[in-house]
Nanobody, 123 residues
């Protein structure tokens, strides 16, 4: 079983940067692909990025390609989301999740979720 806790959210100006962290408990982290999703008010949760167990493969939503970078440090049981060139439309609650099965682009494929961290980008 995996328990996830996100941190690093906050309020930043458009064009700024922010790094989110997701700390995972247990010894299963290194064997689990991880993902980031976000949910804006009035909208459904959407895929942001995902990373394979050892970081060889990464996946990004078109809206964040070239701006966001997902990475992981298995020794620290932590996955990161570096967000650069932030835009107001990036404002949302960001969740990290542990992959279970199915398409990495849909939330139902992830079996464990963190509580979320708020990211607000002002114009």
């Amino acid at each position: 079983q995996v328990q996830l806790v996100e941190s690093g959210g906050g309020l930043v100006q458009a064009g700024g940067s922010l790094r989110l962290s997701c700390a995972a408990s247990g010894r299963t982290f290194s064997r689990t692909a991880m993902g980031w999703f976000r949910q804006a008010p009035g909208k459904e949760r959407e895929f942001v990025a995902a990373i394979a167990r050892i970081g060889e493969s990464t996946f990004y939503a078109d809206s964040v390609k070239g701006r966001f970078t997902i990475s992981r440090d298995n020794a620290k049981n932590t996955v990161y989301l570096q967000m650069n060139s932030l835009k107001p439309e990036d404002t949302a609650v960001y969740y990290c999740a542990a992959y279970f099965s199915g398409s990495i682009y849909v939330g139902s494929s992830f079996g464990y979720w963190g509580q979320g961290t708020q990211v607000t980008v002002s114009s």
